[in-house]
C-alpha cells in the first residue's frame, strides 16, 4: 500500500504468520496525518526464509494465515488538549490538563478524571512526537503521584510514558517552551539550570527518550530565563528575559542554528524588555516580535511589537510607522497566517496604534504591513481581559483558539478563559466553555488534532530487501494456541484462530447455536488481535448445512472508544480441533466500540458437509488504536441464528 508522506515510516514490524516460523512476512508501518487527520497503515515489503525460529513476542505462526496488509478502517476521534493553571475545566477535575470535546464539552474517557494529574502548572504547549506521544513542559514535579520533574511524556489516553528520561532526575527548575523536531529530539527553554544533574543553563536539546543530545552546544547557556522559543526551518529563535548566551551579550533575542552557534543579531543588539512571543513570516525573510519593549538595537521604536529583517536583523520602518506607536501594554502572543498573510496579535493591552476601535483590544489582526485586517472586525471583537497565548487549529485551519484571563469575549459569556474563532472576521465558533464551568484557572494553551486511526490502501508498494529486526509485539496476532493437538485446516480466514482460553463448550441441538460468557478482550498498543468464542454442535451422520443467513451478536459491558471490532469469522473446526472451513465472513465492519449494549449482525455462510462431532468457532477480530494497552468485557457472544438443518 502507499502512505501519502512515505517518509513517516516509523518503523518496520515483523508480521509472523507461518507454521514454525520458517517464513515471515514483513510489514512497513506508516503513520501519514491529512487535515489533522492521523492514519496508520500497514505495507507488505517481502517475503523472507528463515529457519528454526521459535518465537517471538510470544505469537503463534500459521502457515495459512497471511493478515491483510490493509487494516478496515477504524474511525478517528477529535480532541482538545488544553494544559494550563487550572484545577477543573467545567466542573470537572482536570489538574493543569484536560481532554475536551470540539465543542467545549469535558471528554469523560480522559482517565485523569480518576487520577491525580500534574501537581503544578504547565506552561509549554503540548508537543507531539511522530508517534502520537505528548509531550509537556512547566512548573510540575510529579504526574499521577509519579515524580516527573518539570517535564513528562504521556501516552494518548493520558497514561504515564515511564519510558521517558527512565532513571533521569529531570530539571531543577520550570520548563516555559519547547519545541519537537522532525527527528523527535525535543529542545526545551525556562528558568531550569540542570538536567538529570548535568549543567543546562535554560537551554537544552534532548534526544526523542529523553536523553541528553550532545551535538548541541550552549556552552554557559543563558543568564537568564527563556519564555519563548520558535522552530523555523533549520533556526531556533528564542526570547524571554536574559542579556548574555555563553557569556557574550544578546539582549533578550537570539537566533541560534541546530549545532547551537549564534545566527544573529549582532553583539550587544536586541531589545530592551522582555521578549514573550516570535512567529516569521511565510517568506522566512521577516519575524514578528511581540513583548514588552520600546527599543531595539538601541533606537526607539513602536511599543511591544515590531518586524525584523531576519538576514539584517534591522527594523521594517514602514511596519513600525504604521502601528503609529503600537501597543500601551505588553504584546503576549503572536499567530502569523502563512495563506492570507495576516498577524494576529494578543496581549494586555487596551489601545493598538493609538485608538481602541480601528484595531480592538487585546485582539488585534492586521496586514503584513501594519495596516488594519479590517474584514476581522476589531471593532468588536474584545476579550474581556488579557490574553495570554493563542493557537492554530489543527481541525480547521480557518479558525484558532486565543486563552487568558477573560470571562466574555465581546460580551459572550459563554467564553470562560478560551474561545475559538474564525480568523476571517473574529466570529466565535462552536466551542463552549461558560462561565459556570471552562478552566476555573487560565489555560494557557490548546491543541486540537485526530486520536489515531487506520484506513485501508490497496496500492502495493515496491518491493525492497528489509533488514529482519525481530519485534517483540507484532502488529497482527493469530490466537496464541494452547491446544498442541490443533493443526491447520484449509481455510486461511480460520486457521490458527482457536481461543487462547476456551471461555465455554456448550451442547447445543442442531438447528441453534446458543452461548453465554463473560470475556475481556486486552490489546497491547497499536495492536490487531483475534479473540473466539468456541461452541460444541451435536450434528448427526450425514447432516447438511445449508448456506443462507447466520446472527451473530456480542453484547459489551465496558465500553472503550479506542477499541474497534473490525472483522467476524464463523468456522467449522472437527473434534480433534482442525479447521474444516470458513462458513461465512464479515469484514471492514469499522465498529467503535464506544458505547455498551449489545452489537449484531449477520454473515451469508456456504453450504457445509460437517462430520459428526464439528463444533463451530466465532471469531472477533479486534483493533487497539490508542498508544496503550486496552481492554473490554464482551458477554453473550453467541450465534442466534443459523441456517443449517
Known sequence: MRSVLPNNILSTICCILKNNFRWLNIYKRMVTSVNGVEYISLSKINNILKQNIVSIGGAILNPNVTPTPTPSPIGSTPIVMINGGFNTINTSTRNFVGRVNPDGTTDTTWPELNETGFNGIVTSKMARQSNGLQIYGGAFTTYNSVTQNYISRLNTDGSLDTTFNSGGNGFNAQINSLVVNSDDSIVAVGAFTTYNGVSANRIIKLNSDGSINGTFNYGSGFDNSIEWIEKNGNYYYIGGTFTTYNGISYLRFIVLDDNGNVVGPSVGNGANGTVFSIVIDSSGNNAYIGGDFTTWNGSSVAADLIKVSTSSWSVDTTFNTNINGGTNNSVRALLYDNTTNVLYIGGNYTSFAGNTTTYGIRLTAINSDGTSYTSFNNSRTSPGNYVRRMSWSNLNSNNFYIMGAFLDYGGDASKDRIALLSKTDGTIQSFVCNVFGGPNQEPFWANDFNIVGVVPSPTPTPSITPTLTPTPSP??????????????????????????????????????????????????SSQTNVWGYQTKVIVPANTNWNAGTWTWRLNVTTANMNLTLTEVHICRVNSSNINQATIGSATNLGLVLTTTGVKSGTITGISQTPNVGDYVNIVFVFTNGAMSTQSTVITHNQIINSPYI
Open 475 to 524: 502488529v497482527y496476532l493469530s490466537f496464541q494456541q494452547t491446544d498442541t493437538t490443533f493443526t491447520n485446516g484449509n481455510s486461511a480466514a480460520c486457521s490458527g484462530r482457536v481461543a487462547a482460553s476456551v471461555v465455554s463448550q456448550e451442547t447445543a441441538q442442531v438447528g441453534g447455536i446458543a452461548g453465554t460468557a463473560t470475556q475481556t478482550v486486552t490489546l497491547t
